[in-house]
T-cell receptor, first 114, second 114 residues
């Protein structure tokens, strides 16, 4: 059972470089999310996609772009990486909306910008 | 805006000790409440949830009760094991209709010693 799969797991970038984090889910979920996790900050929402064809900003969208390629895939792009974007990134997905809607997370992508 | 506050860590306990991790929230409306657990090097996993006042969520010996009067959702376990060592996140979802994104607390690291 793959669930939510994200790649790469580890990446080191130089300041100003660009990269795309890929995410795919096999649970036929409508909604997908990108979070970042920083020490002492919990998880913060970067962008989300409530359904195929729609994307919306979360709490910390600056410096990122997203693409909902199809129902399964949701990518996160850093156009010009900055050291402040060093973080652990988590993709997540959820199915039917409603009270107690459970969000399922991928295993994380560790990104270091030097 | 909505927020979640959970007790600062780290928390260090001996095996078989009683665990309480406090969580309080601020939200308009009637949020759903969650506890997620993150084991070292892994993504977040749903531990338990509650969708309305006085609901008790439980899983793997952990439990938490949704207390609307005190806006709390404290996590408890009667006898912790070394394998419970992880970071625990309290979270709320306040948009169960069209959006399901979560608002997280900062996390509490639990270390259980044999």
């Amino acid at each position: 059972n793959a669930g939510v799969t994200q790649t790469p797991k580890f990446q080191v970038l130089k300041t100003g470089q660009s990269m795309t984090l890929q995410c795919a889910q096999d649970m036929n979920h409508n909604s997908m999310y990108w979070y970042r996790q920083d020490p002492g900050m919990g998880l913060r929402l970067i962008y989300y996609s409530a359904s195929e064809g729609t994307t919306d900003k979360g709490e910390v969208p600056n410096g990122y772009n997203v693409s909902r390629l199809n129902k399964r895939e949701f990518s996160l792009r850093l156009e010009s990486a900055a050291p402040s974007q060093t973080s652990v990134y988590f993709c997540a997905s959820s199915g039917v909306q409603g009270p107690g809607n459970t969000i399922y997370f991928g295993e994380g992508s560790w990104l270091t910008v030097v | 805006g909505d927020s979640v506050t959970q007790m600062e860590g780290p928390v260090t306990l001996s095996e078989e000790a009683f665990l309480t991790i406090n969580c309080t929230y601020t939200a308009t409306g009637y949020p759903s409440l969650f506890w997620y657990v993150q084991y070292p090097g892994e993504g977040l996993q749903l531990l338990l949830k509650a969708t309305k006042a006085d609901d008790k969520g439980s899983n793997k010996g952990f439990e938490a009760t949704y207390r609307k009067e005190t806006t709390s959702f404290h996590l408890e376990k009667g006898s912790v094991q070394v394998s419970d060592s992880a970071v625990y996140f309290c979270a709320l979802s306040d948009k169960g209709g069209s959006q399901g994104n979560l608002i997280f607390g900062k996390g509490t690291k639990l270390s259980v010693k044999p």
